[in-house]
């Protein structure tokens, strides 16, 4: 599994769930006579809609439990995916799956407190109080088909988050439209189509996959995030960034000295100046198009489209990360 939310099984409709209890309830009565076909009828739509509805929200796993990276990343897609909730985001989710449950307790209890009726009646009796526990049970589950268009809203978006692993060293790349950032990922990268994309509000979260010494890195492109002021960034755009803090080991900021990307220098290092306050691991400042201009002050200096010192900025930047992961060693 490469995400946590990957393999959530399909939420099924508050109809499909009906549906189902319902018609096979009418199998199992189908087999049987008298007071006992009712009651076979109320265990088999009983039991269907509880296990259906309780494996809604046993096959999420627990949000707490989950790596910080995960919750708040979740937080903002879920929080996209809500536009119409008071409180979008993770604890509306909760909240979704939470009555769902409930609706999935109390199927059970209605079945109990008729099964004892049930027995004790006729054959007419035992068929009425049935098809009145019938009509509780699919009130129940109505009530709770908000709650599960809302599950399957989540499971949808959340499905599709790329494969980013919070266990694997990453580093993060940010800067300027226009500055080479996807260029430099494309360059590093193996071009075996490993670059996965996740449209993201008005963006996208790019990842891309390269070795050094048997470990794999992941190189994360952040355009629509991390490639302009913080103020200019959405709530939920801001929550992707903090997911992003969890996530890196180091940043690489890519300036374009030569400003022919069309930002202005000073408004480029500004970004950057914002980054390093914000991250707390390894921040370095790459000057991109060297074959244009040097005309800045930085930890490095490349030019993608040239190859020129491409190799020593990514060696730069698994130094940054060896840095940043032997730090708690360094304590001992
Ligand atoms: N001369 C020169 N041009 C470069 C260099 N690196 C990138 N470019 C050019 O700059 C333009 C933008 O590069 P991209 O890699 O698309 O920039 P980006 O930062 O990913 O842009 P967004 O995807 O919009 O965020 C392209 O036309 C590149 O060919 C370089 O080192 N030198």
Redesign the pocket.
Known sequence: MSHPFENLPTTPTAEEVVDKAFSRATRAGGAKEGVEAQQSMLMTASNIVSDNLQNVAQSWPTIDELDPFYVELADAVVGEAYPSEDDPGVDALKQHLSEVSWAGRKAKEIRQEYEGRLVRGDKDTARKLRKQAFARIADVVEEVEGDLAAVSTARDALKGLPDIRPDEPAIVVA????????????RVTRADNEIASYPFTTTQIRVGHFEDQRIRYQLV?T??LL?RPPEERNEIESQAVSALEHLADAVLV?V?P?E??GYPLAQQLELRNDIQSRFDVPVLTIA?????STDVEADHY?????D?NVEGVLQAAVDAVGYELELPFDDE
């Open positions: 800067g300027y439209p226009n500055v080479g950032k996807s260029s430099f990922v494309n492109d355009p629509g490639d890519l374009d030569s022919e990307c991109n198009k060297s074959d244009r490349m030019s993608v489209t040239e020129d």
